[in-house]
């Protein structure tokens, strides 16, 4: 039995398919449905882990109807307690390279490393797969690949060594006593902390003094750019801009991204008219 862990309701998809079709993957695939690079990752007093993410969220997606409720922590935990009821039981992480998914593998090593040997890492970061055409291409996300490439994707897993344990519980706990609001992916491993304005220069490249739609905005840095931080992330720091005064919203910016406008402060310049005057 092995618990596949995996960052995402698009990542799990195939990951799901490829359980489903082999043996040696039978398990359950567990969906990690926070991004821990983006937010707080140091509780206070009182606090669970869970309860300090989902308030997060809820500030950065405000839901009154139906609050989020990040419960990443407890299904894990449950995870852990099965490998303790039975020593046959395996947990593995899919790990792309992407700041989610390195991230997750940081905040799962403390708890199932304690299960020595049974902890295991599938990372596709710079490996080559077939996409549906059978042409090579290099993932960035477990999303990317067919289910018939991960179930062969499965050779790939190893045990988590005790230096790496060390290592990276190390580094962790430095993420999570700098506490920032927002991490980037800086390739193997690596994880480094930024400011919440990290992203700001390239939003504001997109806007005008026209106003677009914020969806538009959002839409056109995730094409070119790609931004890790998704599109929820991107919704909220353009309020957070407008509210500094760094960007003007017409509409109502409570609602959904489409349903408001954006634009640099100022007016848009108009040629002077032209002034003719008799010559003597």
Known sequence: MIYHFVVGDLAAQPLMEAVAAEEQLKGEVIVLKDILHVGPLKKEEGQSF???RSAYWQEIAPNEKHPIQV??????LEVSAAMYRD???QAWIWMAPW?????AYYWLLPYLTKH???FHIVNIAGLPFLDENG???YPKSISQILPKELVKARRLARQVTPSEMEVDTDEWKKLVEENAPLRTHEGGKKIVSREVSHYDAWLLSFCSLQFQKGSKIVRQILHKYMVPPGDTW???RLRQLAAEGRLVIQGDPGRALNEFDVKLPGEIETPAATQTGETS
């Open 50 to 52: 869970s309860e300090m």
């Open 71 to 76: 419960d990443d922590m407890e299904r894990m």
């Open 87 to 89: 020593e046959s039981v």
């Open 99 to 103: 700041p989610a998914d390195v991230c």
């Open 116 to 118: 020595k040997g049974r």
């Open 135 to 137: 042409k090579v291409f």
């Open 234 to 236: 991107l919704g909220w």
